[in-house]
């Protein structure tokens, strides 16, 4: 057994950076002369969405929704439940879901069918990491990061049983069980 749960980099901290840079930028320039509505997926987006908005230049607001579909597992359940709601109304509003990971795509196909209920203007997403090989639901990301492998991440936000979200990177939690 390791005694290092930390396994391979798979996102340096200085490639982060200058990813959420550039889309930083994307996002501004496609939403020029409007007014954009953030909302952070937590806990895990945290750190994504507030490095992102410091290089967005239009108007935009944040609020969060807190969901559940994995507890302490590696695998999502596939059951959603909205632990933290919004606290902004979205209706006519331009919004932005900014989540950390799409993995199976259960959570955001969710989050996506609640929120087109409320009608915003529009409902865009932007993910730090996709893993499109576990994908269980096609869905419209609008906004990419990275693309990375079947593996567990961990760093940048992403955790394992409330743990290693402060690394600075994205890494593989090298033994998950």
């Known amino acids: ?29 496609d939403y020029t002369g409007r007014d954009l509505l953030l909302v952070g997926v937590l806990k895990g ?4 969405l507030s ?43 331009e919004v932005l879901i900014v989540e950390d990971i799409v993995d199976s795509g259960l959570t955001l ?8 209920a409320r009608n915003p203007k529009s409902l865009e997403v932007c993910a730090l990491l996709t893993k499109p090989e576990r994908r269980k639901v096609e869905l419209p990301i609008r906004y990419v990061g990275f693309e990375i492998p ?15 979200r402060n690394l600075p990177y994205v890494a593989v939690l090298a033994d998950p069980s």
């Open 1 to 29: 057994m390791n005694d290092d749960p930390i396994g391979e980099i798979l996102v340096e901290s200085d490639e982060l950076s200058a990813r959420v840079r550039q889309l930083g930028h994307e996002i501004s320039r």
């Open 150 to 164: 079947n593996q567990f991440a961990i760093g940048y936000g992403l955790d394992h049983a409330e743990r290693f």
């Open 109 to 116: 196909s969710y989050l996506l069918r609640t929120l087109r």
């Open 51 to 93: 490095d992102l908005m410091r290089h967005i230049e239009v108007p935009c607001e944040v609020d969060f929704m807190a969901v559940a579909s994995y507890g302490s597992s590696t695998d999502s359940s596939g059951v959603v439940r909205i632990l933290k709601d919004l606290d902004i109304p979205i209706e006519g509003r």
């Open 45 to 48: 987006a945290v750190f994504f």
